[in-house]
């Protein structure tokens, strides 16, 4: 067992000393605090994590649209330049 670096007898060791320091009734009360502490930066690093590949899939897709847009964009340009020629030679067309 080796967490963090810290192997069984150090563990012990360091269980001892707070148990000395704390005492017996706050140490389950350090315990819990702990606990719900490390919960919370797991929840926090799950939720960076989520966020992050988010954003990168987003760049992705953001990365292969723009070929798309300028195709597109380049077509709806044309069309508008037909249209404005044909509004265009409307009116000398009555006079």
Do not use: C, W, Y
């Amino acid at each position: 067992m080796n967490v963090f670096g810290i192997g069984l007898p150090e563990m012990a060791l360091i269980l001892i000393v707070a148990l000395l320091v704390f005492g017996p009734k706050k140490l389950p009360e350090i315990g819990q605090s702990l606990g719900k502490a490390i919960r919370g930066f797991q929840d926090a690093s799950r939720e960076f994590e989520t966020e992050f590949k988010r954003e990168a899939q987003q760049l992705e897709q953001a990365a292969k649209t723009p070929a798309l847009s300028e195709t597109q964009q380049q077509a709806t340009s044309e069309g508008d330049s037909t249209d404005s020629d044909n509004h265009a030679a409307t009116p000398s067309q009555a006079s």
